[in-house]
């Protein structure tokens, strides 16, 4: 069974940054695509940031709203990946979910495991 462990959410104001890990076992961070999703009350969770698997040329997906504001990166050594976000609007506020992939690193639809999400805040 797949396990996530998210951590690095918070309370930020509007303009800040915040860095999200999340760590997970090595058959799964060599083997899977992984990604972040996020989820705002009332809408859909979307496909925010992904990366492809490790041994790949580490193709990156970012959705048009957090381009140049968001980076998703991993330590391979420690099996953890991140999300950095920066200048952060309200906008962004959600629960964010790190993820893995079962095929195409930048399709939502070929997700099938989630952590257990981790607040992200932003104050105007």
């Known amino acids: 069974q797949v396990q996530l462990v998210e951590s690095g959410g918070g309370l930020v104001q509007a303009g800040g940054s915040l860095k999200l890990s999340c760590t997970t076992d090595s058959h799964t961070f060599s083997t899977y695509p992984m990604g972040w999703f996020r989820q705002a009350p009332g809408k859909e969770r979307e496909l925010v940031a992904a990366i492809n698997i490790l041994w790949s040329d580490g193709r990156t997906y970012y959705a048009d709203s957090v381009k140049g504001r968001f980076t998703i990166s991993r330590h391979n050594a420690k099996y953890t990946l991140f999300l950095q976000m920066n200048s952060l609007q309200p906008e962004d506020q959600a629960v964010y979910y790190c993820?893995?992939?079962?095929?195409?690193?930048?399709?939502?639809?070929?997700?099938?495991?989630w952590g257990q999400g981790t607040q992200v805040t932003v104050s105007s």
């Open positions: 993820a893995v992939g079962g095929g195409r690193y930048d399709v939502a639809e070929d997700y099938n495991y």
